[in-house]
């Protein structure tokens, strides 16, 4: 991975150019390493709170950080369970998922009730108007609307866990928190703007800019994939201020009114699923943003926007815990109806696996949700790990567990709910969530994006004293200085790699209780094996050094195994505090004896992957792809694809459409 730079990178310098394959633009060049500087001086770079995963990479199993299970207050839960109980009967009564589905729309009236509800301001502290809900309660509240309705369920979470409420709660300061959190907790609907036609997760060469003028920012750009853009009144704007005097310049966060003069929603974008989305694509021209509404100091707007996901993303993975959680519904219903050669389908081992797979898959995902989420709202620990791997995990897990799903269903799972009602059949909607769930693994940081998140940050350890060694621009005195520092941070954290709790058979016995199943022989195969996974890392780091961040089918698997050896560190402990609680205990140890079975082959075949792989020729295959060495196999077809560019001229200027901003009265 990159060492961390002396100080960001001035990307202002960059003379702007068009991006290769865009039909116009000024999307600044920039170099890969440039780039990743950009993005290495977002991130946070210390840790101030103790985290269990970040430990967990290195190959120390900190149990102590979880167990026993993190508690929420007595009131918080009485508000919480007051606030779902009253939600659960506005879903029940007032939403249509159906309807929203066949007109690709969230009626009106469905979004003055959740005003009316407060579930607009769920997050917002009371003093502001809001309800004030902890993340745990927040979080099965998204879990609960995004099972009747996903794409209702992602209106609530684009306008509070990335929108303005969010970064205006950690960054704002008291004179906008007054003036606009009552707006936002009642009414006011906001979105999140950061991606363009021609920049996704490489925000460096973002082009959007925001011009200094008096007490004003003059704002000029387009914005792609607006969630909530279409019908939002405020919207969190990143933007590009160019360095001048008085101005350090860099990646800005400003807040805008979405009525102002000169923003027009040119599209509304339909997508394979979540059709109510609300998401579109954004312009500004010459808009005048007060310099009062930008959010942050100048050049602080990634820090902003990546701390504000460090908690954001749980609201994914908690609507994913939804999905299994009808998944497993569904599949339980269904599998003890239909027959098959003179049995329920689920007794069939075939059907029966899929079945377990979903119910111990949905557990470990609520484990880890409700574990990350606790965490968040003690505030004890640094989440940035466990909120990415939660997401990563749940948006992963979930597909799958709808993916199978379909499965057991069989015709019946591709087949519309619409198509299954009118030939009187019930109206389950399973191809919907395959369609509606597929979205998750790019929301928010798309697969890949996140492998590359996490590794960093699961590396960090080792580039505080041996990033210098490995980076080409550090002088020999630095390599030098890096290396004695590496020489005894090794010296004493290679030894622990070697034996541990992991290997003693009656370590972790209080998650071994008479009368149930044994989860502590999976809390030592969790502590052994972080220490392996925590050697293959250095070791991985001896072999390439810089070549390191290269290799990202490895890191990829490296993060898949830390992700799993979380989830069933969280699924044991959920289990164990169940079983102290005494609700369910004893399923609850079943389920998380099958669930940490399963993970466990998973965690082999991947450890078998780190160096038994394909990466090297799948390489070389590229390279002849790219060149055009296989065009011949891609004769005998027809492509039915349009004509046009493959990403849309975001030339700055004036708009020649016709606004299609829609806010809701």
Known sequence: MTAPPDKPIDTDSEAPGKAPGA????????????????????????WRKPSFAKELFLGRFRLDLIHPHPQPTGEAVRRGEEFLSKLRRFCETRIDGARIEREALIPDEVVQGLRELGALGMKIDPRYGG????????????????????????????????????????????????????????????????????????????????????????????????????????????????????????????????ASEGVTVENRNAFMGLRGLENGVTRFHRVRVPAADRIGPEGAGLKIALTTLNTGRLSLPAMCVGAGKWCLKIAREWSAVREQWGRPVARHEAV??????????TFALEAVVDLASQMADEDRNDIRI??????????EMAWLMADELVQIRGGRGFETAQSLAARGERAVSAEQLLRDLRINRIFEGSTEIMHLLIAREAVDAHLSVAGDIIDPDKPVGAKAKAGANAAAFYARWLPRLVAGPGQLPGAYGDFRPLGHRDLAVHLRYVERTSRKLARSTFYAMSRWQGRMETKQGFLGRIVDIGAELFAMSAACV??????????????????????????????????????????????TVVRGVLSGTYTWLEEGIIDPSGEGAWIADATPGPTSRENLHRPIP
């Not at 029966?352 to 898959?361: D, L, M, N, P, R």
């Not at 466990?386 to 948006?395: D, I, P």
């Not at 079975?597 to 780190?610: C, D, P, T, Y």
């Open 23 to 46: 039909s116009g633009g000024t999307t600044p060049k920039v170099t890969e390493r440039e780039a990743r500087q950009v993005a290495e001086a977002a991130r946070e770079q210390q």
């Open 131 to 258: 309800l004030g809900l902890t993340q745990v309660y927040y979080n099965k509240a998204l879990s609960l609307v995004g099972s009747v309705s996903p794409a209702v369920g992602a209106l609530l979470s684009a306008h509070q866990s990335i929108g303005v409420p969010q970064p205006l709660k950690l960054f704002g300061t008291e004179e906008q928190k007054e003036r606009l959190l009552p707006r936002l907790a009642r009414h006011d609907i906001s979105a999140f703007l950061l991606t363009e036609p021609d920049v996704g997760s490489d925000p460096a060469r973002l082009a959007t800019t925001a011009v200094p003028d008096g007490d004003d920012y003059v704002l000029d750009g387009v914005k792609l994939w607006t969630t909530n853009g279409v019908v939002a009144d405020l919207l969190v704007v990143m933007a590009r201020v160019p360095r001048s005097e008085g101005h350090p310049g860099g990646i800005t966060a400003f807040v805008v009114e979405a």
């Open 352 to 361: 029966g696996s899929k079945i377990s797979f979903i119910a111990a898959t």
């Open 386 to 395: 466990e909120a990415a791997l939660a997401k990563l995990y749940g948006s």
């Open 574 to 619: 959920r289990a164990e505090h169940l079983r102290a609680s005494g609700d369910h205990g004893r399923e609850a140890y079943q389920l998380a004896d099958a669930f940490c079975r399963q993970a466990r082959l998973r965690v082999e075949e991947l450890f078998g992957r780190l160096w038994s792989n394909t990466d090297d020729l799948d390489r």
